[in-house]
């Protein structure tokens, strides 16, 4: 049934993960609008505050067609009263005061830079904001003590500001792909994160790693990083070990944003493929997971993205059919069991959800 009667109207799902969302869109010219107010709220640590306004971008993200009228708003879901302000003022004058106050304030501007910089979460930038430090340059003139991960943030800012392009993920993918089967043949690896939804740009490039045969897959990294820095490729990296225990982590965190797998965070020595370019090479932020095979389409789902998508998931799974996901696992609280999967599919399929190719999720 067609809300309203009107032919051209469409049913909008509330939960993102109901939604096919492409990466290009009608919209932009609103969503880009009320993701710097989400990310101005986040910057205010008011996490309620931001999610709503993401929501409200992501919504019209999934539209097939331009937002002209407050009238084209009519039925869809999560557009709060504040969301619905700032489109009007859009709308009708071109711009919004609020957006474009936000955008050109200092601790906006000034948050964005600082929180840009490896290493660096919302609350040490606020710290650094207090403190009056503006910029990267800022850190280095007063001499902020920064921790291994910042130094290299720092040190590599202007190369890790510039966009990845998919020519460059390519290349890195068959590097990954040279380090992993040199020191596991039979290993497999799949490209992850934005590039897995079909982005022609990102901020990195994301990698999950697994082995068909269960345990070869264990204390993988440090070989692989091993790997790379004789060949001189990294510029730096941090492993983290797998912590993750079924009886410990299970249900009771499984809906953890964090997961637990052994995992790199890493700064890639990338030589550019033109040698006329001023530098012969450039840094690359690479993410590297390692998973077993049991949980590897979970680990997928969940490195997939986007984080919008990610999260209603998780939310759709609790909330609605009393399910915990994570990205090792899919726990069912009414029947008290762990429900295995292979692939994707079967856990859209045990969430009741149609399935979302990686393409649609760009919430
Ligand atoms: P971008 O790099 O092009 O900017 O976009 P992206 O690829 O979608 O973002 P990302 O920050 O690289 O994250 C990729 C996915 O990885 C995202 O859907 C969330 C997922 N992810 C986890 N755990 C963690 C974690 O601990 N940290 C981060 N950064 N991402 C995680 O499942
Ligand atoms: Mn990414
Ligand atoms: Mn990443």
Redesign the pocket.
Known sequence: PKPNGDPTAMLMKSYACQRRTPLKHYNSFLTEALEILSQNAEYNDNEGRSVAFRRAASVLKALPRRVRSMQDLRCLPCLGDHSQRVIKEILEDGSSREVESTRQSEQYQAMKALTGIFGVGVRTADRWFREGLRSPDDLIRTGQQLNREQQAGVQYYDDLQKPVTKAEADVISDIVEKAVHAVLPGAEIQL???FRRG?EV???V?FLITHPEEGKEEGLMPKITNWLKEQGLLLYQKTTRNSYLEKMDGPARASS???RFERCFSIFKLQKSHQSEASGWRAVRV?LVVSPYSQFAFATL??????LF?RELRRWAGQEKHMSLS?HALYDSKQNLYLRAKTEEEIFAYLGLEFIPPSERNA
Request: charged share 35%; hydrophobic share 15%.
């Open positions: 992850m994160g934005g982005k990102g901020h990195d994301d944003n964090m997961d993410d969940g490195w997939t993205g986007s984080k990610e990205s």
